[in-house]
């Protein structure tokens, strides 16, 4: 067992109560290898924006478990780094295991140093998804670990699980939820879903408004307590267009407006889930390079481009979409 304050980490507390006094969202992005966390990091530090680092059950299998803990901790040394290089303050970093799926992969991220987990029942009848949750806060809050649930269900794939259809949250469950759990922050579904394809839309048809009706409801229930926005990526056109342009289909992929993702993070969602848009960033440039440069075969190459991008692209949301640029 070792503690994630030894490793530099901090757990979601004192990020979301600023985050939900100043009216802003805290990034929460994934990362499955270096070139996506050396982004981040510098992204970050540059932008002076608290940062959760996630990683899903799927990037644990992918990166290997004991190699993305250390990668994590390797972070904070490197944002310190950074920081001072550039003269800025060092910026507050927590390491999340996103949609953890049982009380073991939870218990073993808290073991392994990591400061915040979340726990997804959504997927269970009710009762199943409190007891499980409450299980995990009961264990993680030994620790001092912050612990977020899922009430409603997003459609989409996350890990092995795909769901077709969205059920959004019920406000009449969110006190019970929260009171009985005694989780510290609650994702909900307001009509994002997660992946690049997150509206079928028609010929003329435009994105459809989230539910910010529902959303409201939520905080009049439980005012104050942090909400987080899951399925978050707005899927950005410019990157579509590059992929599709050098070989790539994604066609009909769109996401969330990004002048919703705006609207939301003013209120009391404090943190905002981006996965997909920084996937589409990187696919796009290893294809530009690769297309143009026919005998390139150097990663560095093509992974250097794709992770500049990438920097420019989450400073962008940090400081135009979230609001969380210049608040450390
Ligand atoms: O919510 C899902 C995240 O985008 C993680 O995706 O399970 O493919 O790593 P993944
Ligand atoms: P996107 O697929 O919209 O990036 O959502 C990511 C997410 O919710 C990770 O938990
Ligand atoms: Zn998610």
């Not at 049982?102 to 915040?116: A, H, I, N, R, Y």
């Not at 439980?222 to 579509?240: D, N, R, T």
Request: charge should be negative.
């Amino acid at each position: 067992m070792i503690h994630y304050s030894k490793l530099g980490f901090v757990n979601t507390k004192d990020m979301f109560k600023d985050a939900i006094e100043k009216g802003y969202a805290v990034p929460a992005y994934n990362f499955n290898n270096m070139e996506q966390l050396q982004a981040i990091i510098t992204a970050c530090t540059m932008t002076q924006s608290p940062v959760i680092l996630q990683v899903s059950k799927g990037a644990r299998n992918y990166a290997n478990q004991t190699l993305l803990r250390w990668m994590g901790q390797g972070a904070v040394e490197f944002m310190k780094e950074l920081a001072k290089e550039n003269n800025l303050k060092e910026i507050p970093i927590a390491m999340h295991l996103d949609h953890g799926d049982s009380f073991e992969l939870c218990k073993s991220c808290v073991d392994m140093g990591f400061s915040s987990v979340m726990i997804d029942g959504s997927h269970l009848p009710y009762e199943e998804n409190i007891e499980l949750t409450k299980k995990v806060v009961e264990y993680a809050h030994q620790y001092d670990v912050t612990v977020e649930g899922e009430l409603g269900v997003l459609a989409g794939i996350e890990d092995d699980v795909k769901a077709e259809e969205h059920t959004y949250t019920n406000p009449d469950d969110v006190e019970d939820f929260v009171n009985r759990t005694k989780v510290d922050s609650l994702a909900i579904a307001i009509g994002t879903s997660h992946g690049a394809y997150k509206f079928k839309l028609k010929e003329g048809e435009e994105v459809p408004p989230l539910r910010f009706d529902i959303l409201e409801e939520i905080e009049k229930r439980i005012p104050g307590f942090p909400i987080v926005l899951h399925g978050a990526s707005s899927v950005l056109q410019e990157y579509v267009k590059i992929i599709n342009q050098y070989g790539g289909n994604l066609e009909g992929a769109v996401g969330v407006p990004e002048d919703q993702l705006r609207k939301a993070a003013k209120s009391a969602v404090c943190k905002i889930n981006i996965d997909s848009d920084g996937r589409l960033v990187m696919t796009a440039k290893v294809r530009e390079v690769l297309w143009n440069k026919p005998q390139e075969f150097d990663p560095r190459k093509y992974l250097g481009p794709a992770r500049d991008e990438l920097i420019k692209m989450y400073e962008r949301k940090n400081k135009e979409v979230l609001g969380s640029a210049f608040r450390v």
